[in-house]
């Protein structure tokens, strides 16, 4: 009889753990979720900052003839290259405002080079004309940097420094539009006249087109 019953306890406990091992097998599914759907990202665009815009003005470059054979003046005066660069950019602080019909770039220009005279700097006043027939002003000067001799330019209105190479490209993106010519002069008079259609210019000193 104790036999029988140590037979019925193996058994028991056998087929207890089968069951327990069944159990302990089984796949638990984990439950299914649907992904949540991810918002499109909203690309932010900033806005351009808007950049200053140099105007350009009617001038028409008129010889004086009073004094276009009074004496010459085709030679110009070269500066220190360096020297004027620092000077100009530290003197012009850009503190005068374009204002249509009262001061524009040939007024720009005429202040700067009678500025860089009182310095002790000789600058001159480089006319470019447009596709259009319309005109711009800007700051000219002569100087030799490594042993190479050519005319610099400077835009007075941002003290943006131009070579004869580089201002085609650089005044027609400033300005959107086509330039066609600069020409400098070693005189000019503005007669007291604030509109630089009416200057009267003679000796030139330099021509290029484009």
């Not at 406990?13 to 499109?40: D, Q």
């Not at 009617?58 to 054979?69: S, Y």
């Not at 259609?197 to 003679?202: I, M, Q, S, V």
Request: net charge negative; aromatic share 14%; charged share 20%.
């Amino acid at each position: 009889m104790g036999r029988y019953h140590i037979i019925l306890i193996l058994l028991l406990v056998l087929f207890s753990g089968c069951i327990g091992g069944n159990k302990a097998n089984e796949t638990v599914m984990a439950p299914s979720y649907s992904p949540t759907p991810t918002p499109f990202a909203v690309k932010t665009v900033q806005a351009p900052v808007p950049t200053p815009t140099i105007l350009p003005t009617e001038i028409i470059p008129k010889t004086d003839e009073k004094h276009a054979n009074a004496d010459n003046r085709s030679i110009a005066v070269e500066v220190n290259y360096r020297e004027y660069v620092d000077w100009f950019r530290n003197y012009n602080l850009n503190i005068r405002a374009y204002t249509p019909q009262e001061y524009v770039c040939g007024q720009y220009t005429a202040d700067m080079i009678a500025a860089s005279e009182k310095a002790g700097y000789k600058a001159y006043f480089a006319a470019v004309t447009f596709s259009d027939g319309t005109g711009h002003a800007i700051v000219s000067f002569k100087s030799t940097v490594l042993g190479f001799t050519s005319w610099y330019f400077f835009e007075p209105q941002t003290n943006e420094l131009i070579t004869p190479e580089t201002l085609k490209d650089i005044l027609s993106q400033n300005m959107g539009k086509d330039v066609t010519r600069v020409d400098i002069y070693g005189y000019f008079d503005d007669a007291g006249d604030k509109d630089p259609a009416t200057w009267r210019f003679a000796y030139p000193l330099y021509s290029k087109n484009y």
